[in-house]
């Protein structure tokens, strides 16, 4: 088909703001690193994401370097 996806990695979420942004500063060296506010089931939820990618090589590599530095709930994300 030609549906368009945009490929996000979730690096983690957080339930409060300023621990979001330490994450995002611990990882400033990776580009499009953002925080993202939702709300859910009734409260503010802040997800550190990367992204979006174009290809899946990018974000797999991106992805690598996350896990090789502990982040072991990353996860990647289609949109």
């Known amino acids: 088909n030609n549906k368009k996806f945009k490929i996000w990695i979730q690096i983690a979420a957080f339930s409060n703001i300023k621990s979001a942004k330490i994450l995002q500063d ?9 925080v993202h506010k939702v709300f859910l089931k009734g409260r503010n939820i802040y997800r550190v994401r990367v992204g979006p990618f174009l290809s899946i090589d990018k974000a797999d590599s991106v992805y ?16």
């Open 26 to 34: 611990k990882f400033k060296e990776i580009q499009n690193i953002n």
């Open 64 to 79: 690598n370097f996350l896990i090789a530095k502990g982040m072991q709930g990353t996860k990647f994300i289609v949109e």
